[in-house]
Structure formats: structure tokens, C-alpha cells
């Protein structure tokens, strides 16, 4: 499956995945790393088998030796399309890494917000709220409130079970 993964040959992974191949299998590097396929799709930007791992039930939220989940990888590789597809399915943008870093802070560190920031107004537009267990990491509402994006803003009050006049940690 790491195999096919690396190879970015998508047949390979769905037929793969359909006899039974683990979506959840580890490969460790020579360097000790360790990483499950959605790191290494997410790493590559392999969008199209990293929706089919998504689709044989990978954990979105699995993280490597170092608390590094796929969405990170995504911020950190600057691969939109993954980010995209993972916000989708409901991957948590309000988890950390060991280093404390969340998705919001590696994009911002990687001078890639901007681009961070308009793929997840996209998914938003398109009827997907994101996911965030954290929302002093990522308060979805100020998110969209400080991009001054009103649709995503309409679409996210739309949907309901947000406090409007809730504040994140610094009290906005």
C-alpha cells in the first residue's frame, strides 16, 4: 500500500484497499519516522488517493511520533487540494502537534495562510462546515468573521449549534 502510495498510483491503492489492505498500516523510515498513508498522501499532495484512503475509513486525526496529523502535513507542504478533501470529510483543525503547533499556526509559519485561509472559506461556500474540537485553536465563527467572507458567514450561522456571542481565548 506504501508502495502504491509513493508511486501516486490510485488504481493500485483502491484495489488495494478493497482486498483488505490496513488504512491504518505504519512504515517506519531509516530515520525512525513513522507514518501511516494519509501522512504520505497528505505529504505528496496525492488528493485522489488520499480521498480513497478517506473512503476505505482512515483516521483522519492519526497522528506520527511527533502529534503531526495529515491536515498539518497539508499546511506544511502547502498542498491545498488535501487540505480541501480532508476539511471535507471532517478531519479536526483544532488538534496540536507535540511542539504545540496546530494546522492555523504551521500555515502561518510557512507563510501559506492566505492560501490555508481561502481553501477553507471554499469548502465553506460549498455547504461543508469544518471541523475544530478546539476553539481557542480554531473558532470557525471568527475564523470566517475576520476573513470578511459574508457567504461562508451566512452558511456557518446557517447551520446551527453555534454560540454567537461565544469568545475565543484572547476574549474575541
Known sequence: LHHAILCGNTV??????????????????????????????????????LQCLIDSGCDLNSKTKNGET????????RREEC????????????????AGQSVVTVARSNQWYLTFQQAILEV???????????????????????????????????QGGIN???RDDRGY
Open 83 to 98: 487540505l480541501k478533501v480532508l476539511v471535507r470529510a471532517g478531519a479536526d483543525i483544532g488538534l496540536v502537534n507535540l
Open 124 to 158: 465553506i461556500r460549498k455547504g461543508k462546515i469544518p471541523k475544530s474540537s478546539n476553539i481557542s485553536l480554531f473558532s470557525l465563527l471568527n475564523f470566517v468573521a475576520q476573513a470578511g467572507d459574508v457567504q461562508a458567514l451566512q452558511a456557518v450561522i446557517a
Open 70 to 77: 495529515a491536515l498539518m502535513m497539508c499546511s506544511k507542504y
Open 12 to 49: 493500485a491503492v483502491k484495489m488495494l484497499m478493497k482486498y483488505g489492505a490496513h488504512a491504518e498500516a505504519t512504515i517506519e523510515t531509516t530515520n525512525k519516522a513513522e507514518f501511516r498513508p494519509i501522512h504520505i498522501a497528505a505529504r505528496l499532495g496525492l488528493s485522489t488517493v
Open 164 to 166: 454567537l456571542d461565544t
